[in-house]
């Protein structure tokens, strides 16, 4: 067996472990929207709206349908844009959006984004949150994106109480 063998092997064996052990974070938001969950809904799901309401996407393009790919632009905190094309996992209407992106490989930066609209009286109890998995954990805060999540909660429930 070449020498150089054993180390490809040892840097694989290591890059697995580092992934399979990879951190995970997150948090969630909440906010109370006059308006029921199926309006809510449709303010998520029409992607000209959702760009009208949520001011942390500058383009939203797709179908939020399980299993399609939407594709999604953001700006990045350097003040640029970051487009990403996550797979939507759960549309449930008036009930659950949930999409996973990923930067690069898996568990390189995974973010499984979430919408959950629960009846409240008239309106809607809009939990929003995102859990985060990857290498890039150990070097990164994600808390940093919850003005974003408290921004994008804002606009919605403006857009939807007109």
């Not at 797979?87 to 449930?92: I, K, M, N, Q, Y």
């Not at 309106?123 to 999540?149: A, C, K, N, S, Y």
Request: glycine share 12%.
């Amino acid at each position: 067996m070449p020498p150089f063998f054993g180390i490809i092997l040892a840097v694989a064996v290591g890059f697995g472990t580092a992934l399979a052990l990879a951190p995970q974070d997150g948090f969630e938001t909440e906010i109370s929207i006059d308006a029921s969950p199926d309006q809510v809904w449709a303010l998520l799901t029409d992607p000209e709206e959702h760009v009208a309401w949520n001011p942390v996407m500058h383009a939203v393009e797709g179908h939020f349908e399980a299993g399609a790919r939407v594709r999604l632009t953001m700006p990045t905190p350097s003040g640029g844009r970051m487009t990403f094309r996550p797979r939507v996992l759960v549309a449930d209407p008036g009930r659950e959006l949930r999409w996973l992106g990923r930067l690069g490989l898996p568990r390189l930066f995974d973010g499984e984004h979430y919408f959950h609209l629960v009846p409240e009286g008239e309106g809607t109890r809009l939990i929003h949150g995102e859990r985060f998995r990857g290498l890039l954990l150990w070097v990164m805060d994600v808390h940093q994106f919850r003005p974003g999540f408290d921004a994008a909660n804002a606009g919605l429930k403006a857009r939807a109480e007109q």
